[in-house]
C-alpha cells in the first residue's frame, strides 16, 4: 500500500525532502514504515529510534494529523494513503 510521509526539521534534513510517498506492506505499522525509510536513509533512524529500536519520545510522530501517542505509539497500524508526519520537538525560549 502506498502511505505518504511528512518530514520536519532535522529529519527533514536526513532525508532530503519534505514530503514523499512509498510503498509499505499491507500490515506496516507507524515504526515498521519509518524503518523501511530508514533503510533508505541512514542518517534518520538514529535521529528517530533510541538504542532499542524504540521510538525517540523527543520526536513527535503523527498519522493523518493525529500523534500516535493518543494511539497504540508505533505499534499503529497504517492504512492505505495514510500520512506519516514526524518532527523533531521544539524547545527553548526565554523566561
Known amino acids: 500500500m ?8 532535522t529529519l527533514r534534513d536526513a532525508v532530503g525532502e519534505r514530503q514523499f510517498a512509498r ?14 525509510v530508514a533503510t533508505d536513509h541512514e542518517s534518520l533512524a538514529p535521529l528517530v529510534f533510541d538504542g532499542e529500536g524504540r521510538l525517540r519520545p523527543h ?3 503523527l498519522v ?3 500523534s500516535v501517542r493518543a494511539r497504540a505509539g ?7 494513503d495514510d500520512t506519516v508526519g514526524a518532527a523533531p520537538a ?3 525560549g526565554c523566561a
Open 59 to 61: 520526536v513527535n510522530v
Open 2 to 9: 502506498r502511505v505518504q510521509f511528512e518530514f520536519y526539521g
Open 90 to 92: 521544539v524547545a527553548g
Open 23 to 36: 510503498e509499505v506492506p499491507d500490515d506496516a505499522t507507524v515504526t515498521a514504515a519509518l524503518r523501511a
Open 74 to 80: 508505533g505499534a499503529t497500524p497504517l492504512a492505505a
Open 64 to 66: 493523518n494529523g493525529e
